[in-house]
């Protein structure tokens, strides 16, 4: 098992920036691809990006890309997304999520955090 707690969301304007972290406990952090996820109300999770076990490959939905960059640092068992540009339809509840393939498929993401809430004001 893979535990996962989000932290850094919150309340911020259009255009200001925004650092999500996701800590992991459990299982063996690199041995996992880290995924970022979020779902707005009244719409399904959808992708945002994906990190590598070894952080040497990454993809990004074309809707963050070059707003949002994701990292991790395996020593700390720690991936993080840095938002900026914030727009107000980035507003949603943001999940990271372990798994085993490099995917932008929900299924391959066995392991979910409780979810941290951006809310971007216009």
């Known amino acids: 098992q893979v535990q996962l707690v989000e932290s850094g969301g919150g309340l911020v304007q259009a255009g200001g920036s925004l650092r999500l972290s996701c800590a992991a406990s459990g299982r063996t952090f690199s041995d996992y691809v880290m995924g970022w996820f979020r779902q707005a109300p009244g719409k399904e999770r959808e992708f945002v990006t994906a990190?590598?076990?070894?952080?040497?490959?990454?993809s990004y939905a074309d809707s963050v890309k070059g707003r949002f960059t994701i990292s991790r640092d395996n020593a700390k068992n720690t991936v993080y997304l840095q938002m900026n540009s914030l727009k107000f339809e980035y507003t949603a509840v943001y999940y990271c999520a372990a798994g085993t393939g490099f995917a932008t498929n929900t299924a391959y993401y066995p392991y979910w955090g409780q979810g941290t809430q951006v809310t971007v004001s216009s």
């Open positions: 990190i590598s076990q070894n952080a040497y490959s990454t």
